[in-house]
């Protein structure tokens, strides 16, 4: 005889009886308090002083009065780090306690997506972070940041190797097809819906005569001129649309959204980091964070500063340049001042 199904009803049985016995006598659940849940105020602080740290040495950066970056105070004088591709046009800095001061903009450095500016002002007591010194490894840790508006932090966890990331270089987002000299050009079989290329204008059917100037025959001569230059780049075109010959500009997208783009993670993620590849070195944490709080500072629980949030890929994954990757630029910088 088989007991294990007679099992399961029992069991079944005695726990669905225990659930109704302790309703009757009064099920004290309930949902749970705001200040109790994810990122709630009882969350936030619990992590006492680093969560003052976090909001009182980050700064949002402001373009015709809307959030484009975050900051990251770096020393006393006023010095900050944020995302170079973001933060382009950033004229004013406002700190958490409601001050606000005009910015100058001091260096750019392309290879790390980085760009220091300076807070115009007298003084020179700014609150700045403390790096964690020889951060070679977080492995499963907690960490946080600094939200948009400075008043709260986002916790969560990083637990990804880091890594280098590699170089993606730009696309169209167009399927290509026949090819020849005597075709006259490369022909676009199918045009990615909403991507660079549709976005631009091209059809299916459309031929490529020229890319940047150059004439191009075959499909690998478009695939290395266009991978050549990076996401946002401009490229121009001349096509031939039946006996019609036209000239388009495109600007072109990053190949993981353009292709993954019925992905269903990245549906749901909404907007993301225009640049988020071609970094040295990452670390990755899965803070909650949009794309407009990229160049704040992340934190371990002990208050110091493991990195800089550089560019948010997904909903769920976040990449952070480490502070060993950062601090050798910002004594380079800073002793030139």
Request: glycine residues 8%; positive net charge.
């Amino acid at each position: 005889m088989n007991f294990f199904p007679l099992f399961l009803v029992i069991f079944f049985v005695f726990f669905q009886g225990l659930e109704q016995a302790y309703c009757k006598e009064g099920n004290p659940s309930e949902p749970l308090n705001k200040e109790f849940r994810l990122n709630g105020t009882r969350i936030q602080n619990a992590f006492g002083s680093t969560k003052e740290k976090a909001l009182n040495t980050t700064v949002r950066l402001i373009r015709n009065n809307k959030l484009i970056a975050l900051g990251t105070m770096i020393n006393p004088k006023g010095f900050l780090l944020t995302k170079a591709s973001s933060c382009v046009g950033a004229r004013e800095a406002v700190l958490a306690n409601g001050e606000v001061f005009p910015l100058k903009i001091r260096k750019r450095f392309e290879e790390l997506d980085l760009a220091l500016y300076q807070l115009i002002s007298e003084k020179e007591d700014f609150e700045f972070v403390k790096w964690k010194d020889k951060n070679q490894n977080l492995e499963i840790s907690w960490v946080l940041s600094a939200f948009t508006k400075l008043e709260e932090v986002r916790v969560g966890i990083a637990s990804g190797k880091q890594r280098p990331i590699g170089r993606e270089g730009g696309v169209m987002g167009v399927l290509l097809g026949r090819e020849g000299k005597n075709f006259g050009g490369v022909e676009i079989n199918e045009v990615v819906p909403e991507a660079a290329a549709y976005r631009a204008g091209l059809l299916a059917f459309d031929i490529i005569v020229k890319v940047d100037g150059r004439k191009v025959s075959k499909r690998d001569h478009v695939i290395k001129i266009v991978g050549a230059k990076d996401p946002g780049d401009l490229i121009n075109l001349e096509i031939k649309r039946g006996e019609r010959t036209m000239f388009l500009r495109v600007t072109l997208g990053h190949k993981s959204v353009t292709f993954d783009l019925f992905n269903r993670n990245l549906q749901m993620s909404g907007p993301v980091s225009k640049r988020k590849d071609n970094f040295p070195l990452i670390l990755q944490h899965d803070l909650p964070l949009p794309k407009e709080a990229m160049g704040g500072s992340l934190f371990d629980i002990d208050g110091n500063c493991v990195g800089i949030n550089i560019a948010r890929v997904d909903r769920v994954t976040t990449f952070s340049l480490p502070a060993k990757i950062i601090m050798p630029y910002i004594e380079e910088w800073l002793s030139e001042e």
